[in-house]
């Protein structure tokens, strides 16, 4: 299982700090992903980070901005989120393999 949270309204240029945190599976084994989706529009990956090395991907349209790291003894993925744009705005998912979490509701307003 996996719960999302954080998300808030802020304003164009703001920052906030999602959560993902899960429970009932080993963590530390499973790269985990952030996607987000946008009313009227398909969801897109945003950011994932590794479960070996800690490596990570990032969107082009949110990189240098956005920063994903992992507490595996916290289960809990964090995703920092800084220079928020308005185009940033939607629900942002956690997703392991074929398990999502509940999203989370980011609004940015200009």
């Known amino acids: 299982q996996l719960q999302a949270s954080g998300g808030g309204a802020v304003q164009n240029g703001g920052s906030l700090r999602l959560s993902c945190t899960a429970s009932?599976?080993?963590?530390?084994?499973?790269?985990i992903a952030w996607f987000r989706q946008a009313p009227g529009k398909e969801r897109e990956g945003v950011s994932c980070?590794?479960?070996?090395?800690?490596?990570?991907y990032y969107a082009d349209s949110v990189k240098g901005r956005f920063t994903i790291s992992r507490d595996n003894a916290k289960n809990t993925v964090y995703l920092q989120m800084d220079g928020l744009k308005p185009e940033d705005s939607g629900i942002y998912y956690c997703?392991?393999?074929?398990?999502w979490g509940r999203g989370t509701l980011v609004t940015v307003s200009s």
């Open positions: 997703n392991v393999g074929s398990v």
């Open positions: 980070i590794s479960s070996s090395d800690g490596s990570t």
């Open positions: 009932g599976f080993t963590f530390d084994d499973f790269a």
